[in-house]
């Protein structure tokens, strides 16, 4: 017999009862720091009191109406994302993988309604993570997300981040569009290059190639901005957005410029409970914490605190750690152990973190992390190094 669940994750035997702030409160009665957000989502912290408050009187009055008739929580909220972002528009699904999906649909409705329908094909880069659908993880090309689903959905060509002549050569006169995550994250915590992807802005100006950015893990603060596309000042023509927008309540968004969005259609795309009211009330509350006065300022300071003391540690334990990677808290420490040894080590040690790709483990805290509790992450570190060490 099969369990009633199926196994298409291998969890680790531990589960939580409670969470606060930055900590979760074990089945087996020990208190663990959050260093993973649940891979970058809930950046504002577990039972947050906002957050908690908003989801109850929601819920108390209306959570679902489906999208044939106005959500006015939408529309309020699409209008502060424009006015934070440079999007003209927002559309509301329900996770990352959707958002990416339109996104996707987007670059081919573009080129069709603009007469060029044969510009259906993606550029996208390898070692990226876009999602799990059939699409997406045909925009990724990754062959262990690839495997048993193929064929390959047709339409999406790869090349090595940071190669501009790979990408140059990859434009045909099918190519519509470049997908790319500013920070890749599930791929290692990879920072691209500001100046390349300043390069793929001025390609697809040059080819009218639409630029998308896959921002689900590095937006909503993750690196110190809203948004990481601004710390390059590179303005995309579509951007995808979930994780973090609901901290823990299902939401995503797909943001467009004008000339982008004016190709989608009444009918064109849709969701039954993408943008429902008690996802709106919750991303607003998120949306309207993070662009608080003073909030990125905080994330920034603590930011530099946890970075300058991780590198103490990488030079302490040059056997265990070889780097540390990434921008804000959007951090990776790459391991010369097998990293799924460093996590289980920081695990008895009270401190949970993420795998990722390229034998980096991801460290994403929660956005109000305090100093104490970055000493008590460093302190964890360091026992779980001596270890291995």
Same mark, same amino acid.
Request: aromatic residues 6%; charged residues 20%.
């Given at each position: 017999?099969?369990?009633?669940?199926?196994?298409?994750?291998?969890?680790?035997?531990?589960?939580?009862?409670?969470?606060?702030?930055?900590?979760?409160?074990?089945?087996?009665?020990?208190?663990?720091?959050?260093?993973?957000?649940?891979?970058?989502?809930?950046?504002?912290?577990?039972?947050?009191?906002?957050?908690?408050?908003?989801?109850?009187?929601?819920?108390?009055?209306?959570?679902?109406?489906?999208?044939?008739?106005?959500?006015?929580?939408?529309?309020?909220?699409?209008? =502060? %994302?424009?006015?934070?972002?440079?999007?003209?528009?927002?559309?509301?699904?329900? $996770?990352? !993988?959707? &958002?990416?999906?339109? *996104?996707?649909?987007?670059?081919?409705?573009?080129?069709?309604?603009?007469?060029?329908?044969?510009?259906?094909?993606?550029?996208?880069?390898?070692?990226?993570?876009?999602?799990?659908?059939?699409?997406?993880?045909?925009?990724?090309?990754?062959?262990?997300?690839?495997?048993?689903?193929?064929?390959?959905?047709?339409?999406?060509?790869?090349?090595?981040?940071?190669?501009?002549?790979?990408?140059?050569?990859?434009?045909?006169?099918?190519?519509?569009?470049?997908?790319?995550?500013?920070?890749?994250?599930?791929?290692?915590?990879?920072?691209?290059?500001?100046?390349?992807?300043?390069?793929?802005?001025?390609?697809?100006?040059?080819?009218?190639?639409?630029?998308?950015?896959?921002?689900?893990?590095?937006?909503?603060?993750?690196?110190? =901005? %809203?948004?990481?596309?601004?710390?390059?000042?590179?303005?995309?023509?579509?951007? $995808?957005? !979930?994780? &973090?927008?609901?901290? *823990?309540?299902?939401?995503?968004?797909?943001?467009?410029?004008?000339?982008?969005?004016?190709?989608?259609?009444?009918?064109?795309?849709?969701?039954?409970?993408?943008?429902?009211?008690?996802?709106?009330?919750?991303?607003?509350?998120?949306?309207?914490?993070?662009?608080?006065?003073?909030?990125?300022?905080?994330?920034?300071?603590?930011?530099?605190?946890?970075?300058?003391?991780?590198?103490?540690?990488?030079?302490?334990?040059?056997?265990?750690?070889?780097?540390?990677?990434?921008?804000?808290?959007?951090?990776?420490?790459?391991?010369?152990?097998?990293?799924?040894?460093?996590?289980?080590?920081?695990?008895?040690?009270?401190?949970?973190?993420?795998?990722?790709?390229?034998?980096?483990?991801?460290?994403?805290?929660?956005?109000?992390?305090?100093?104490?509790?970055?000493?008590?992450?460093?302190?964890?570190?360091?026992?779980?190094?001596?270890?291995? &060490?």
């Amino acid at each position: 017999m099969i369990p009633a669940l199926l196994s298409n994750y291998a969890p680790a035997d531990l589960s939580f009862e409670k969470g606060e702030g930055a900590y979760l409160f074990g089945n087996d009665g020990r208190r663990y720091l959050d260093f993973f957000a649940g891979i970058a989502v809930t950046s504002l912290g577990h039972n947050n009191p906002k957050i908690v408050e908003a989801v109850s009187n929601q819920a108390s009055n209306l959570m679902h109406i489906s999208n044939l008739f106005r959500i006015p929580g939408q529309e309020e909220l699409a209008k =502060k %994302l424009v006015d934070a972002t440079f999007a003209d528009t927002v559309y509301f699904c329900n $996770s990352g !993988a959707e &958002a990416n999906e339109c *996104g996707l649909k987007m670059i081919r409705k573009y080129h069709s309604v603009n007469g060029q329908p044969e510009r259906y094909r993606v550029i996208g880069f390898e070692n990226s993570f876009h999602g799990r659908t059939l699409a997406t993880i045909a925009a990724a090309g990754q062959e262990k997300l690839l495997e048993g689903f193929g064929p390959m959905v047709d339409g999406f060509d790869h090349v090595s981040v940071g190669d501009i002549d790979a990408v140059k050569a990859a434009i045909t006169p099918e190519t519509g569009g470049i997908i790319i995550e500013p920070i890749l994250g599930e791929g290692g915590i990879q920072v691209v290059d500001p100046a390349f992807l300043k390069q793929l802005r001025a390609l697809c100006d040059e080819h009218g190639l639409l630029l998308m950015f896959d921002e689900i893990q590095t937006g909503m603060g993750r690196t110190g =901005k %809203l948004f990481a596309y601004e710390h390059s000042g590179v303005i995309p023509d579509i951007m $995808s957005s !979930a994780k &973090a927008l609901g901290n *823990g309540f299902p939401v995503g968004a797909c943001l467009a410029v004008e000339k982008v969005a004016q190709c989608m259609n009444v009918g064109s795309h849709g969701s039954t409970y993408g943008g429902n009211p008690l996802a709106m009330a919750v991303a607003t509350v998120v949306v309207d914490t993070m662009t608080e006065d003073g909030f990125m300022d905080r994330v920034n300071q603590l930011a530099n605190h946890l970075q300058q003391a991780l590198h103490g540690v990488v030079d302490r334990y040059p056997t265990v750690l070889e780097e540390l990677r990434g921008v804000g808290l959007h951090l990776g420490l790459k391991c010369k152990v097998e990293n799924g040894q460093l996590i289980d080590a920081l695990r008895k040690q009270g401190a949970l973190t993420a795998k990722g790709g390229d034998n980096v483990v991801r460290l994403l805290p929660p956005l109000i992390i305090e100093e104490e509790q970055i000493s008590e992450f460093i302190a964890a570190l360091e026992a779980a190094c001596e270890e291995l &060490a």
